[in-house]
Antibody, heavy 116, light 106 residues
Framework: EVQLVETGGGLVQPGKSLKLTCATS????????MHWVRQSPEKQLEWVAQ??????????YYAESVKGRFTISRDDSKSSVYLQMNSLKEEDTAIYYC???????WGQGVMVTVSS | DIQMTQSPSFLSATVGDRVTINCKAS??????LNWYQQKLGEAPKRLIY???SLQTGIPSRFSGSGSGTDYTLTISSLQPEDVATYFC????????FGSGTKLEIK
């Protein structure tokens, strides 16, 4: 059974950092292109970042709204993907989903609240 | 960035109705358009990929069509369990979602 479980969310002050982890199981993670997608309190979905596989040199892509502040990475030995979020802004407040978008497997989401 | 304009934002229909939801891209997206259903408290679930391919396990009352910049999701006969919010997603370039259509039963 394919599973994706996000952890690491919480309440953080503007300007601070947070790192999300998505632990996966049930599929060949090393071949999968992984994404982070977020959903604002207003329910708008926004694609955040993508990381490709080793065969694609772990190429990464970002939404303009997070470029330079967020970093996506992966550890194939742990079947995990990460999202390092720096210089957080209130508008980064959202539920963050990890997804293997090609096959439509999603995690349950983790809440990140940026507020003073 | 490619912008996706989704309409309507809210839709109320009767069980058995034919329902259509539209997405218009700001440029040609070459049929790289998916449709998602999201129920309250759940992650999105893909219904249709690449304009008109039905995801495994999705009822055949859901269908998709379109080309170029204009795309449509159709529910041929609305069922009570279809109450949800629907989103389109273009993945031709730097994925972008539509703003969503909240569907309710009259």
């Amino acid at each position: 059974e394919v599973q994706l479980v996000e952890t690491g969310g919480g309440l953080v002050q503007p300007g601070k950092s947070l790192k999300l982890t998505c632990a996966t199981s049930g599929f060949t993670f090393s071949n999968a292109w992984m994404h982070w997608v977020r959903q604002s309190p207003e329910k708008q979905l926004e694609w955040v970042a993508q990381i490709k596989a080793k065969s694609n040199n772990y190429a990464t892509y970002y939404a303009e709204s997070v470029k330079g502040r967020f970093t996506i990475s992966r550890d194939d030995s742990k079947s995990s993907v990460y999202l390092q979020m720096n210089s957080l802004k209130e508008e980064d407040t959202a539920i963050y989903y990890c997804t293997w978008m090609y096959t439509d497997y999603w995690g349950q989401g983790v809440m990140v609240t940026v507020s003073s | 960035d490619i912008q996706m304009t989704q309409s309507p934002s809210f839709l109320s229909a009767t069980v058995g109705d034919r329902v259509t939801i539209n997405c218009k891209a700001s440029q040609n997206i070459n049929k790289y358009l998916n449709w998602y259903q999201q129920k309250l408290g759940e992650a999105p679930k893909r219904l249709i990929y690449n304009t008109n391919s039905l995801q495994t396990g999705i009822p055949s009352r859901f269908s998709g069509s379109g080309s170029g910049t204009d795309y449509t999701l159709t529910i041929s006969s609305l069922q009570p369990e279809d109450v949800a919010t629907y989103f389109c997603l273009q993945h031709n370039s730097g994925p972008t979602f539509g703003s969503g259509t909240k569907l309710e039963i009259k």
